[in-house]
């Protein structure tokens, strides 16, 4: 094992200590969050710092850094109309979902240089990505900062959700490999993703024989 | 595309709105978060929450839920003596770490009952997971309450850090699948991460050419 001290890490070169940090918590979610102005321009960014908050409402928080310029576009439109849509982006397209992370100006729609399709559905104001297989929309509800280093979460609620049919069960699990979601590890790497097993909800007193 | 509005959520069956809730965010790292009590006692649990909050100083999060009493352990060895490890569950022990999810008693340790080891290193007040090939030693530094909810989130500045080598690139990019780490959806499923692809740092006047 490589082992890196709290001091091995302040005084590692900048780029390495992003690397190594960004990728430290384990695989991410790759979603494309998708806003409009008030002059109703789209703007569609890669996220990896989607979380469930709660069932209960149906509560999702996304990250966002105060150094991350460009995402700026996507925190002032939620400001200016609170709506704004979570899809995740397919395998197909990755290389696509990457480059919206660029720093394109307000007059450019990532959803055209990016070669992603904006769907208008069931009334909500902010389009969907078609290509996405899982997706919903959101009203923001709660912006939290994070004092310690300046971040802010941004809390919604879930007022629609899309799923492929073939990756749905009736019990409600989603299947993501079925439909066709992906990882980010860090910045930059993207990781299809292969099942292993659904196990039951774990109770003390029914262990498993464990092979190892 | 199946498709559920704010109603049909709030009107579905509660086990059935936990699954779909809990999987619509993406994948999830699957981490085992360790701590010990006053007494010297062991416990783990199993962790999808951890995110990352920023890189300098190196800030890492996670998501307490009220309702989850078997994880008030870990909330409160950590509020006792500020220190906890994260481990990523490593692929050839899924089931394993499923189960430290069960709601044992403090008496228990889940090292014992789940078949981990764990193992004290540089004089880190808290064992980490010996079968884990990525993992970090934090002191708490913030709880952060997220009023809509009542959920917590618990913010940690790393301290150590352990990198399996050959998942380490001279730059600081971890490979996540050869590090055998794995994903999460909702509470019980979990995946194998294959690698797609790394791409540069996106910068909107050298767009590479889509092929969709």
Redesign the interface.
């Given at each position: 094992?490589?082992?890196?001290?709290?001091e091995d890490?302040?005084q590692?070169p900048?780029?390495?200590?992003?690397?190594?940090?960004?990728?430290?918590?384990?695989?991410?979610?790759?979603?494309l969050i998708s806003t409009i102005d008030e002059r109703n321009r789209h703007n569609l960014a890669i996220f990896s710092?989607?979380?469930?908050?709660?069932?209960?409402?149906?509560?999702?928080?996304f990250?966002l850094?105060p150094q991350q310029k460009i995402r700026r576009h996507t925190h002032e439109n939620i400001l200016e109309n609170g709506y704004y849509t979570?899809n995740?982006l397919p395998?197909?397209?990755?290389?696509?979902g990457?480059?919206?992370?660029?720093?394109?100006?307000k007059e450019?729609s990532e959803y055209d240089?990016?070669?992603f399709t904006p769907e208008f559905?069931?009334d909500f104001p902010v389009p969907y990505v078609k290509e996405s297989?899982?997706k919903?929309g959101l009203k923001h509800?709660?912006s939290?900062p994070?004092?310690?280093?300046g971040?802010v979460?941004i809390?919604g609620k879930?007022?629609?959700?899309?799923?492929?049919?073939s990756s749905?069960s009736e019990?409600?699990?989603?299947?993501?490999?079925e439909a066709k979601?992906?990882?980010i590890?860090?910045?930059?790497?993207?990781?299809?993703?292969?099942?292993?097993?659904?196990?039951?909800?774990?109770?003390?007193h029914e262990?498993?024989h464990?092979?190892?």
């Open positions: 094992m490589t082992f890196f001290s709290e890490i302040l590692m900048k780029v390495k200590r992003l690397n190594i940090i960004n990728s430290i918590t384990g695989i991410k979610p790759a979603n710092s989607v979380v469930h908050l709660g069932s209960n409402p149906a509560l999702i928080g990250i850094r979570i995740h395998n197909h397209k990755t290389l696509e990457h480059y919206t992370s660029a720093k394109f100006d450019t240089v990016c070669h559905q069931h297989f899982l919903m509800v709660e939290i994070i004092k310690y280093n971040t979460m809390v879930i007022l629609q959700v899309y799923v492929a049919k749905l019990e409600g699990y989603i299947n993501l490999e979601s992906v990882g590890s860090g910045l930059n790497t993207y990781y299809d993703l292969k099942k292993i097993d659904s196990y039951p909800y774990a109770r003390p262990l498993p464990f092979k190892s």
